[in-house]
C-alpha cells in the first residue's frame, strides 16, 4: 500500500508496514496534539484529502477492496482495532475479547454504544453483521475471511459468544478487525442482500470516529467527527475531512504541488514519485509495504480449462508453469516501477513469518530470472501446440497509472520466443471488479492490500474453496493446511505450515505473483509529522492543521 500526502497539518495515518511496526516519520518540525474540540491544536478547517481510488460499495458485505475499507475505516466501529504504530489489535468498542474455550471467543460490548442515528449499538448488531455477512457471501465481498466461523450468539446486549469450528485460532482477532468485520445498524442494513449507498448514507448508520455528512460516490465525500465515539482510537483532531476523488494522477500531483490539496494516497506513477522526490515543497519517506501483484488464473476459462471445448488438466498446469518460466520480475521492478516494488517469488510477501521463495527454484532459470527454453520445453511435454493464445485483462486505474507499461511488459515477456500470442485489454475498475467473479477473464491482474499482519491474509482468502479469487482453484490438501495453520500454537510448527502451504500452491500456480510494493509517503514541506505503521489501514484521524 502507498501513501502520497502534502499539506498543512499534523498528520497521524496507519497504513501498511511490517516486522517491527516501526514508526517512520517525515523529516517535519514536531506539532502540538489534542484535539479539535479541547483546544490542544486542533482546527475546525475541514482537511482535504485526495485519491484516485474507487469506491465500490459502502456496505461491509459488498466490498473487499483498498478504496472502499479507506471509507469503512473512518464510519464503521469494529470490535477489536490497530492503534496508530502498531499491528497488534486491541479492544475498539469491546471492552474485552478472549477465548473463553478453545472454539468459543467472547466479546463484552461497552455500555451506552450508539449509531449516529440515534439507534442503541448492542450485541444484536454485532449477530447481525456476522451473519449477514455470511448470508450474502457476495463474490465481492470479505465473507471468505470468516470460513473457520461456526456461528455466533448474542445471549444479553452487551455480550457476544464466537463459536469457531477449529480451536485455538491464531488469527480470530486480527480478523475481527477486518475487512468483514465492521458492524452495522441492524435497523438499516438488509439481512440478505447488499445494501445501497445511499440508504446506508441516509440512514446515518455510522458509529465510527467520523459520520458522512455528504456523499457523491467516486466524487466526493464530506466527513464530520463523530462526537459520541466511544472506541478505542483517537478522537478526531479537526473539524472534518473532504474526500476528492480523481480520475487521474496527474491532477492528483498537480494538486499536491500546489498544495491545493492536505492528503493525497494513492495512486501516483513511479516516475511522478521519483520527480517529486527533487521538490523542495514534499518529502518523500519510503519502507517496507505489504501490497502485492499478480496475475489470476481462471481453471474453468484459461486455456485448457475444465470447462473450455479442449479441457486437459495437463495442458492448463503446463500454461501456467510455461508462464511462470517466462516472466521476467526483475526487469518489471526496475524499468516501470522505478524499484518501488521488488520481485515477489511466492504468496506471502518477505518481512511476514513464514515467507519463502517458493517459485524461484521451480521456474524460470531457478534464479528469479526467464528462461524461453524451460517454457518451451514443458509446453513440448505436455503436448500443447504453440503459440497459446492468452486472454489478459488489467485494470489501468485501480493499481495506478502504471499498470499499463506493466502489462506491456508482461506482454513482452510472455510473448518471448513465440510460445504465446497475449492479447491484452483493459476495463474500468467498478466493471472489472464484476467481470472477474463471473468467468469473463481467462486470466487477470489483481493486486492485494492486506487486512491484517499475518500471513493467513495472504492464504485463506485466495486458496480456501470459494475463494475471493472464483478462480475455481479446489485443492483440499491445500485447504486442510490452511485451517491447520490457523489453529497451530506452536510458532514453529505453525511457520513450517505456512511454508508447506506456500510450496503446494507454487506447484499448483493459482495465481502467478509478481511483485512486493515499498510503501511511498509524500508529506508537504509544512506538515508537522507523519507516521507511516503497521496497521495496514488508511485513517483520518488523529489530524489536523
Known sequence: MSLHHTGRGRLGLALGAFGASALLLAGCAGGGGG?????????????????????????????YDNGSFAVMNQV???????????????????????????????????????????????????KFSFDRQVAIADENGPSSLLYNLDSVAAPDDTTVVFTLKNGNDQVWPQILSS?????????????DAVTPDDDIVSGKAFAGQYTIDSYKVNELISY????????????????????KYYADSSNLKLDIQSGAIDVAFRSLSATDVADLSGDDAVKVVDGPGGEIRYIVFNFDTMPF??????ADAAKSLAVRQAAADLIDREAIATDVYKDTFSPLYSYVPQGLTGANEALKGLYGDGQGGPDVDKAKATLEAAGVTTPVVLNLQYNGDHY?????DEYAAVKAQ??????????LAQTEWVQYSKDRTSDVYPLYQLGWFPDYSDADNYLAPFFTKDNFLANHYDNAEVQDLIAQQATETDAAAREATIGEIQDKVAADLSTLPLLQGKQVAIVGASVNGATLDGSFKFRYAPLSK
Not at 475487512?179 to 439481512?191: K, R
Open 35 to 63: 484535539t479539535a474540540s479541547d483546544g490542544g491544536g486542533g482546527s475546525d478547517e475541514p482537511l482535504i484529502v485526495g485519491t484516485t481510488d474507487k469506491i465500490t460499495s459502502l456496505d461491509p458485505a459488498g466490498s
Open 76 to 126: 464503521y466501529p469494529f470490535l477489536l482495532n490497530s492503534q496508530y504504530g502498531t499491528a497488534d489489535v486491541t479492544p475498539d468498542i469491546a471492552e474485552s475479547a478472549d477465548f473463553t474455550s478453545p472454539t468459543e471467543y467472547t466479546v463484552t460490548l461497552k455500555e451506552g454504544l450508539t449509531f449516529a442515528n440515534g439507534h442503541a449499538l448492542t450485541s444484536s448488531d454485532v
Open 179 to 191: 475487512p468483514a468485520a465492521p458492524i452495522v445498524d441492524e435497523e438499516v442494513f438488509s439481512a
Open 224 to 243: 464530520v467527527p463523530f462526537a459520541d465515539y466511544k472506541g478505542g482510537l483517537p478522537a478526531a483532531a479537526n473539524g472534518g475531512v473532504t474526500a
Open 305 to 310: 480449462g475444465a470447462t473450455t471445448g479442449e
Open 400 to 404: 495506478g497509472p502504471s499498470s499499463g
Open 414 to 423: 510472455l510473448e518471448e520466443g513465440g510460445l504465446f500470442t497475449v492479447n
